[in-house]
């Protein structure tokens, strides 16, 4: 019972101090497998975002470049300095 019945299209991760890299590529690889669309690794100590497509395609958005998702966000997008404006 932890498994998706149905996954969903968009995951959003938030990486914390203690994550390492290599668990959250294992995380996010579970999520590719199970179907998910999109997983968005969010760190807030370099106040990046990492976008990961299910195409296994990975971008890092930073500062004022635009986050967008067309396929699982239509019409969203959002300047990633802006996640971290009180942080």
Not at 9 to 26: A, F, K, T, Y
Not at 34 to 62: A, C, H, L, Y
Request: glycine share 6%; hydrophobic share 40%.
């Amino acid at each position: 019972s932890g498994a998706f019945q149905i996954p969903p299209d968009l995951v959003v991760e938030v990486r914390s101090p203690s994550d390492r890299w290599r668990n959250i590529m294992g995380k996010v690889g579970e999520y590719l497998d199970v179907g998910v669309t999109e997983i968005w690794v969010v760190d807030p100590s370099d106040r990046s975002v990492d976008v990961f497509r299910n195409d296994r395609k990975q971008i890092r958005v930073t500062g004022d470049e635009l986050l967008a998702s067309a396929d699982v966000l239509p019409g969203f997008e959002c300047a990633v300095s802006e996640f971290f404006q009180h942080v």
